[in-house]
């Protein structure tokens, strides 16, 4: 069985269609909506739809996430972002992989919405650093194991980038398979902020990070709906 983990937060633009991907699936899975405070129509969007469980968690996706992974009943764990679609078939195909104990995690490789080229070179160049390191970023529908995602801790109680520092403790214990067809995400943030000004600014938080530099730039991280 799959749970489906979603952290949301004033998605309500978003949201319908990342359910209406999930649920019009065949498969054994629940869907957990987790919710840290939207104050617009996500929880009733949620609400609406009997075969969701809607969950409330202080704001932040490492303790939204772990708050539906700890209600988790699903032998493994899809952390879903609100603005990101599945293939069709994604969940069949997981469902397959259950009895697959050499599979412990895994995720998707991804595309952004739209036809900008940029968006496609960036999706590009980001499926080949993830094919070469295993380092999953949290819109790529990241899935693990419930009892390796317990040994090692679940997510890191960070303000962000809890995907990348989790799926570095993971890199180390296993190797992450990659799913095709591709996840697709919502463009809008780095659409608003601009293309290049957005990647400039992810590749200094990851590089600050890295580095365990004081400064990072927290804007590239303000809300965007």
Same mark, same amino acid.
């Given at each position: 069985m799959i749970s489906v983990i979603i952290p949301t937060l004033n998605e309500e633009k978003a949201l319908p269609l @990342? $359910?209406?991907? *999930? !649920?019009?699936? /065949?498969? +054994?899975? &629940?869907?957990? *909506?987790? +919710?840290? #405070?939207? @104050? &617009?129509? @996500?929880?009733?969007?949620?609400?609406?739809? #009997?075969?969701? %469980?809607?969950l409330h968690a202080p704001k932040g996706r490492a303790s939204q996430m772990n708050v539906g992974a700890n209600h988790a009943s699903g032998e493994w764990l899809l952390f879903l972002h609100a603005d990101t679609q599945l293939p069709s078939g994604a969940l069949t195909r997981l469902n397959a992989l259950e009895s697959d104990l050499s599979i412990q995690a895994g995720g998707f490789f991804h595309r952004f919405s739209g036809h900008d080229w940029r968006l496609r070179l960036l999706s590009s160049l980001n499926n080949l650093r993830c094919r070469w390191s295993k380092v999953l970023y949290g819109d790529q529908a990241m899935f693990v194991r419930r009892a390796l995602f317990e040994r090692l801790g679940? =997510?890191? &109680?960070? /303000?962000? $980038?809890? +995907? *990348? !520092?989790?799926s570095r403790k993971l890199v180390k214990v296993v190797t992450p398979v990659l799913l095709t067809p591709p996840v697709v995400t919502d463009s809008r943030k780095f659409v608003q902020m601009g293309i290049w000004r957005s990647v400039v600014r992810a590749s200094l938080i990851l590089l600050a990070v890295e !580095?365990? !530099? /004081?400064? *990072?730039? %927290? @804007? =590239?991280?303000? +809300?965007? %709906?």
């Amino acid at each position: 069985m799959i749970s489906v983990i979603i952290p949301t937060l004033n998605e309500e633009k978003a949201l319908p269609l @990342t $359910l209406g991907h *999930v !649920l019009v699936q /065949p498969g +054994d899975y &629940d869907v957990i *909506v987790v +919710d840290g #405070g939207s @104050t &617009d129509r @996500t929880c009733h969007i949620a609400e609406n739809e #009997g075969r969701i %469980r809607l969950l409330h968690a202080p704001k932040g996706r490492a303790s939204q996430m772990n708050v539906g992974a700890n209600h988790a009943s699903g032998e493994w764990l899809l952390f879903l972002h609100a603005d990101t679609q599945l293939p069709s078939g994604a969940l069949t195909r997981l469902n397959a992989l259950e009895s697959d104990l050499s599979i412990q995690a895994g995720g998707f490789f991804h595309r952004f919405s739209g036809h900008d080229w940029r968006l496609r070179l960036l999706s590009s160049l980001n499926n080949l650093r993830c094919r070469w390191s295993k380092v999953l970023y949290g819109d790529q529908a990241m899935f693990v194991r419930r009892a390796l995602f317990e040994r090692l801790g679940g =997510f890191p &109680d960070q /303000p962000f $980038l809890e +995907d *990348v !520092l989790f799926s570095r403790k993971l890199v180390k214990v296993v190797t992450p398979v990659l799913l095709t067809p591709p996840v697709v995400t919502d463009s809008r943030k780095f659409v608003q902020m601009g293309i290049w000004r957005s990647v400039v600014r992810a590749s200094l938080i990851l590089l600050a990070v890295e !580095l365990r !530099l /004081p400064i *990072v730039p %927290r @804007t =590239f991280f303000r +809300d965007i %709906r």
